[in-house]
């Protein structure tokens, strides 16, 4: 860091032969083979990388061809995972690309096969996946270089336990939902409607109808005395949308169009409380549509020639109405011709998908449905129509994705990961792709802004947890040894709480009976034989004591062999334990408390040692391996800021 | 793995229900015969407020969590066709805090919800129609109203 010509800084250090070597033997894990896995495959191959495990469960689509440049039409339906190792090492013979097709939630993918990787690069689409990798990253102290795209925009960062925010230090923003009672009374934005068309109409007509329960009104006719006329009355109501016996499904059609968009319409208009302050709904009557449609191709007759059609998979109401520009707004008439075609489509071609139908955005006819009923619908309210392209955009919520971001993004991520290799935590950055130029202090025009990695959050409910390690023989160990030998006597919790994903335990004086006794069917259980699974192997397990403040996870490591004489009480406990502070004891629980914290103390390995000597460091591996001299006498945070002038330089990665 | 933003956050208002919870009320994760526990869904129980027609009852209430919790709120359900002008006929509870886009706010705890949820019961929102029954009973036809509601009181009367 010094300017020794043994350690050059970043970025010099790249041509550094040690470190060249270091990213040939290093093990990556990279998550996704899509949009951005692509390009940092081919980047991770052609910066020297030689040594790359990849986890994609998704297959290849034809709308994936233009960005995801490793794949070819003949790919389609393969494995995204499998053919990108493929093409990339057709040009880079050199570089070992281990292929799986799988989710990475998947159970074999723990906690000691993420300790397997010096790193692991994340292209992944979704919170979901992002969250778990978070958590097994900190789990296995590994670090994490995070990506994300969104059209122009971009972000690379980094996560290293300890040192660094994790994923989840800070809240994420989710999808936005809607309130039902807007969608289903008093929409006034397109997304209304579209929510209403996607999620309640197209789920009540071809969908499974019992997940849709909101669209149901009351049932008003009933007198709705007993809960069994109501229920009757309720029954009746989702009937309606049932096809009846003999009833052609042009009949059907109109029969739905005239209940959702003149029928629903009125009863809603009659609530007059609800138009106070709003406009009311207009119904729409098919008869004059039909009038004004006049001169499109009579319904009956496209009936016709539907069926002769083979390929279900691409059926289109709008190629049948002759409707081509999916760029313009449609008029009413066309949006009600529409809306009457995909139903019957639907109803006669695609009759064995009728009751357990589910929203694609790639499904051509379940979008013309679905942007032609929320279109009308959208008239009824005077919202603006919008184009069949832009409704596909909203209902299948998508992104449009642009390879030059992706590309750009993989650039960063590598750039931070040979930091990692180089043992430069402190030179990694966030970094934020923006979508026009901004003046950096510097002055410089840039589209590319690093800013410092934050330290971890100390409330982080994810990385924020005290960790601990325990070896133990989860088959012959009871439930009650656990707790009294480790919780109780080592960790000094009065009144555990246990929980794992699936299970929980708890105790306290404020617990009913019949909750005591449930809780007390657990005691006398070997450990992996407990619910959800039980503890095991490479388990989590959730400690918090309702008595004090305190909350620690366990990670649990079965092992059989016990030497009595070395470890007589044939467990292991590791790892840095937190001061358990008792600034909230509950006021009736302190007897039971103190009982166990004094017997803790009695123990002749007391807490107190436990406290002061961290077990393990919590700095990664990586950090450590190639810690010099002058790092064990400096913080971090210094080191940090004498890195800070390297920080407008962090973008150059040519 | 370890639990993430919504189950802990789910784990400290169990936790925090069980040192302050009010009188009458019930709320507990959901567990099956086999023990296992699901944290996104809550079985929970409120009596009808004193002095109003719905006391004597101790309603049955779901609640229902996702991962996006406590950014997102919860889903609350009562059983289906339960009468009340702001509940749907599926049972779900439209009521603002539990509204992202007007009251909802992720400090709210579950206590606050469920004495909502109580406060709703005997002060309907007249704004918000859920089902057209009770809705209209409530408006034009006061006594049926009250009948309706004593009734239901009396099936789901605390033991």
């Known amino acids: ?654 | 793995m370890v639990l993430g933003v919504a189950k802990s956050r789910l784990a400290a208002e169990r936790s925090n229900w069980r040192k302050d919870r009010p009188f009458g009320f019930v709320a507990k994760p959901a567990n099956n015969p086999n023990g296992e526990v699901d944290l996104f869904t809550w079985h929970c129980k409120i009596p009808g407020p004193s002095g109003s027609i719905w006391e004597g009852g101790l309603y049955p209430l779901d609640l229902k969590f996702t991962e996006n919790y406590p950014t997102m709120p919860p889903e609350c359900y009562f059983p289906q066709h339960f009468y009340h002008p702001n509940v749907y006929p599926a049972g779900k509870v439209c009521l603002s805090i539990l509204d992202p886009s007007k009251a909802w706010k992720p400090g709210l705890s579950v206590k606050q919800v469920l004495m909502g949820v109580q406060e709703l019961l005997k002060s309907p929102n007249h704004g918000d129609p859920a089902q057209q029954q009770a809705w209209e009973d409530f408006d034009l036809n006061p006594n049926e109203y009250d009948r309706k509601i004593k009734a239901q009181a009396q099936k789901y009367q605390a033991s």
């Not at chain 1, 990787?117 to 990253?137: I, M, Q, T, Y």
């Not at chain 1, 309130?179 to 071809?206: E, G, M, S, Y």
């Not at chain 1, 064995?352 to 619908?377: I, Q």
Request: glycine share 6%.
């Open chain 1, 1 to 654: 860091m010094n300017g020794e010509a043994a350690s050059p800084g970043w970025p010099q250090v790249v041509r550094a032969k040690l470190l060249q070597q270091r990213m040939k033997e290093a093990k990556i894990l990279a998550v996704g083979a899509g949009g951005i896995g692509c390009e940092l495959l081919k980047t991770l191959a052609l910066s020297g990388f030689e040594n790359v495990q990849v986890v994609d469960m998704d297959t290849i689509e034809t709308s994936n061809l233009n960005r995801q440049f490793l794949f070819r039409k003949r790919h389609v339906g393969q494995s995204k995972a499998k053919v990108a190792a493929e093409a990339v090492q057709r040009f880079r013979p050199s570089c070992k690309i281990n292929a799986m097709q799988a989710n990475i939630k998947e159970p074999q993918y723990n906690v000691g096969w993420f300790k397997g990787f010096d790193l692991v690069l994340n292209g992944l689409d979704n919170l979901d996946a992002r969250r778990h990798v978070n958590r097994l990253c900190l789990a296995a102290e590994v670090p994490l270089v995070e990506s994300g795209t969104a059209a122009y925009l971009g972000q690379v960062t980094v996560h290293i336990k300890g040192t660094y925010e994790c994923f989840e230090c800070q809240p994420k923003a989710t999808p936005k939902t809607y309130p039902v009672c807007t969608i289903r009374n008093t929409p006034d934005k397109p997304i209304h409607c579209i929510v209403w068309a996607k999620d309640l109409l197209f789920q009540r007509l071809f969908g499974r109808a019992d997940v849709v329960s909101d669209l149901d009104e009351a049932a008003e006719k009933a007198e709705g005395e007993t809960e069994g006329d109501a229920a009757a009355a309720a029954e009746q109501e989702a009937s309606f949308f049932v096809r009846q016996t003999g009833e052609s499904s042009f009949a059907y059609a109109d029969r739905v169009f005239h209940r959702v968009f003149c029928f629903d319409i009125e009863r809603v208009i009659s609530m007059k409380d609800l138009w106070k302050t709003r406009k009311p709904p207009v119904p729409l009557r098919l008869d004059e549509l039909r009038h004004a449609a006049a001169g499109a191709a009579s319904t009956n007759g496209i009936h016709k020639s539907s069926s002769s059609q083979q390929a279900t998979a691409d059926l289109s109401a709008c190629r049948l109405l002759g409707i081509r520009d999916s760029h313009a707004a449609w008029s009413t008439a066309q949006s009600a011709q529409v809306f009457l075609m995909a139903t019957q489509l639907f109803l006669d071609l695609r009759s064995d998908e009728v009751g357990a139908a589910v929203f694609d955005k790639d499904d051509a006819l379940a979008v013309e449905f679905v942007a032609a009923a929320s279109n009308l619908r959208s008239t009824c309210y005077s919202i603006s129509p919008l184009s069949l392209f832009d409704i596909k955009g909203m209902a299948g919520n998508i992104v449009h994705a642009i390879a030059t971001t992706n590309a750009i993004v993989s650039g960063l991520i590598v750039a931070e990961a040979i930091k990692l290799l180089a043992g430069m935590p402190e030179n990694c950055r966030a970094t934020h792709l923006r979508s026009s130029v901004h003046t950096g202090r510097s002055g410089r025009e840039r589209i590319i802004g690093p800013s410092m990695l934050e330290p971890p959050n100390p409330n982080c409910p994810v990385c924020g947890t005290a960790q601990l390690s325990l070896e133990i023989d989860t088959h012959k160990t009871t439930f009650k040894e656990l707790l009294d030998r480790v919780v109780r006597r080592k960790l000094a919790v009065a009144q555990p709480t246990i929980q794992y994903d699936g299970f929980m335990y708890e105790e306290g004086p404020d617990l009913d009976e019949d909750e005591v006794a449930d809780y007390a069917k657990f005691l006398g259980r070997p450990l992996h034989t407990l619910p959800a699974g039980g503890i095991k192997d490479s388990s989590v397990v959730e400690v918090s004591d309702q008595a004090q403040k305190l909350e620690l996870s366990i990670i649990v490591t079965h092992q059989e062999e016990w030497d009595e004489e070395k470890d007589p009480e044939a467990f292991s406990l590791g790892g840095k334990l937190p001061v358990a502070s008792a600034d909230a004891p509950a006021e009736d629980s302190s007897v039971a408390g103190l009982s166990s914290l004094t017997g803790a103390n009695d123990d002749d390995e007391g807490i107190e040692e436990v406290f002061e000597e961290p077990a393990f460091e919590a700095r990664p591996n990586l950090t450590s391996k190639r810690k010099r001299s002058d790092e064990e006498q400096s913080p971090i945070e210094k080191r940090l800021k004498a890195a800070n002038n390297l920080g407008e330089d962090c973008e150059v990665i040519d």
